[in-house]
């Protein structure tokens, strides 16, 4: 309880929320930090990704060394390259497109793959050229997993960019290390809450994303072909057995 | 025209493909590649537009080796035809029909304006032009197929058993359509079919292939069904309708054509009177045979 309340009295503190060490400040280092680490995942990750999902060569090499990718430790790495190449913010950048590059690098390609063959073919024949081909057809039928892969990439770099204060000044992590270090537990939870929000809100907006880059004529005419599930199927459980599905319609 | 010299397709798993084919597809006429499945009719007609190049021989368009071309141009040039349509699910109707000319460089705008003038063609209506693929009919989305076929005018146009998912009556509509435009438009069109009656409704030549891709049969409708060359041949046409051996049977009020086994094939409407006294060979016909034509069908 004396936590909660002492959590509650950190994120309240006008204090907390300006100058170099504030929430607003750190809060910004994390976002910049996370957008930064995203797109240069994505520039290594989507073009590799395509390629693989349209030529349907290379996928056993991705997933290996996706998954040698993902077993490795972020801490660990962190401090392997912290060690390499100094203290600062170039061994989290490096750590951490790491971590991002996997998921992204399979939503790309499982977005590709997901795609009817027959679609694909189809406009190889009508005389797409193979960049067409990408470009017209198998990008945005395949954006959605694209960007689910963007989406749980966001969420791991956002979690583990708190790793980035551990050998610099720098994002939400700070208020954790410190809180840890100088026994302030309130601004510990409530570094950690921040980071929380954050997470949220960005999976929320992915969230949103993904359904709108869903083409229109891929989610168009099953609304219309069936009649909305749940409004149906409520009322035939009301109803008594004789009355029948007709009277359903009616009403 | 096209022709085809001593092509032979063998994919890289072993499997033959089509076995030494030659044969020349003649300009403005339909021809039709019928056999059963796995044949070699799919790879023969993606052999045109080189979907699939041969391992050996060559196919020339109008005396050119296409060989020589370049794969895209050379298929933007030829329209093809699908089952299943093959549509982009991503795009409306009326973008589907403008996808080829536009790549070929039309302004958007023009290329939808032909696009609608084309639903026209194909016997479309107008308003379904905004509407996804998958807000369509099979029979209505393999109308836009068409359609798109259609939409660079070329001289070749490629059918894929266009028709082979629709039910019994859409088929029926649809083939006549694709007779009436063929009337009208004079295309050279390669037709692929497991069906027999609709190879020998649509076909001016009809190629009958057997496994592996060795021709059994080439010939007009009304040749292989007088004089099948083989076995194999007369087993293929008879097989999938009984027996088409028809012969008159006369009721007293009427003339009733019969098949081989007794079946009642239908009601014989004599548009000349010699037509009661043709026996039962000489009433062997195609569909498009002259003289006697059968209504009804199957009444038993
Ligand atoms: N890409 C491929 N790789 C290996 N074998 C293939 C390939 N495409 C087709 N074949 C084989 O070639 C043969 C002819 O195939 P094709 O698709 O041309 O037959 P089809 O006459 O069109 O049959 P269907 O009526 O079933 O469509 C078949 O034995 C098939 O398995
Ligand atoms: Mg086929």
Redesign the interface.
Known sequence: MTFLTETLAWLLDPAHWVGAGGIPTRLAQHLLFTLVTLVVAAVIAVPIGFLIGHTGRGRGLAVAISGAFRAIPTLGLLTLVALWVGIGLNAPYVALTVLAIPPILAGAYTGFEAIDR??I?????????EM?IVLK?EL??GLPLLIGGLRSATLQVVATATLAAYIADFGLGRYLFEGLRIRDYGEMLGGSILVILLAIVLEGLFALAQKLVV????T???P?DIPGGSSRSRPVMELTIEEGNSHVRNE | MIEFHSVTKRFPDGTIAVDDFSLVVPSHKTTVFVGTSGSGKTTLLRMINRMVDPTSGSIDIDGADIGTLEPVKLRRSIGYVMQNSGLLPHRKVVDNVATVPMLRGMPRKKAREQALALLDTVGLDRSLAERYPSQLSGGQQQRVGVARGLAVNPNILLMDEPFGAVDPIVRAELQQELLRLQRELGKTVVFVTHDIDEAFLLGDQVVILRTGGKVAQVGSPAQILANPIDDFVSTFVGAERGKRSLHVENHGNGNIVVDETGRLAGVLVASQSTAATASGSESRAGPRGPGASVQGGDSR
């Open positions: 027959k679609i073919d189809a406009a190889r024949a009508v005389g797409m050229s067409q057809v945005p039928l083409p229109r004529g891929v168009a005419g099953r219309t």
